[in-house]
């Protein structure tokens, strides 16, 4: 069993930044990846990023170049640096970890919205 909870979210206006972070307990040595999704009302989540143990990320088109993912490995911790945010990052943003097995477990979610 994995915990996630996050943390950092808020209100900020476009053009600004937000850091979220996620830390994870329980069985975090069963960890493969973890990652940020992003959910708004009556859509699905979708990935924002992702980070391999190995360090690998992965990030969707729509913030290459303005988010960055980083991962601590020994504080098994998650970051997300989010720059130059736009109203259409506005979001509830989720942090998620599968594991070798390939199960997933999900944070509570953390509040980001962007003011235009």
Known sequence: QVELVESGGGLVQAGGSLRLSCAASGDIRTIATMGWYRQTPGNRRELVASITRGGTTNYTDSVKGRFTISRDNDRSTVDL????????????????????????????????TVSA
């Open 81 to 112: 640096q989010m720059n130059s945010l736009k109203p259409e990052d506005t979001a509830a943003y989720y942090c998620n970890s599968i594991t070798w097995g390939l199960r997933n477990y999900w944070g509570q979610g953390t509040q980001v």
